[in-house]
């Protein structure tokens, strides 16, 4: 199994707007693309300054399982170029995004320990 995450830092006066869209849109086209269970954290660290306009940051990590992959290489070539794009549009300047694919070693939760 896959880990396919995704860490965003975020202008803080965008963040409900980065949140939103998460949840009603970046999340659905994930999940019909074949990642499943999503799963938004807030990351626990102490906030920064944006660079280019001195905004205070906040971060967070999406985080999705992937059977394969194929179903990997189909969200990173068709379905996050567009969804990148819409966040662009939305957030602006606001964003920066950083993804990573994980080989999951251990599944505590799929091996019931």
Known sequence: MILYNTTFCIDEPL????IDFTK???????NACGLYKGLLSKIRA???MN???GRST??????????SDSVCVEFTDEVLPRLFEAMGKNLQ??????????DVVHDSDKNGE
């Open 15 to 18: 963040e409900k707007e980065f």
């Open 51 to 53: 660079g280019l306009n």
């Open 58 to 67: 906040v971060n967070y990590a999406l985080q999705f399982r992937s059977p």
């Open 24 to 30: 009603d849109i970046y999340i659905p086209a994930a």
């Open 46 to 48: 102490p906030k920064e």
């Open 93 to 102: 300047q606001g964003i920066n995004i950083y993804c990573t694919l994980l």
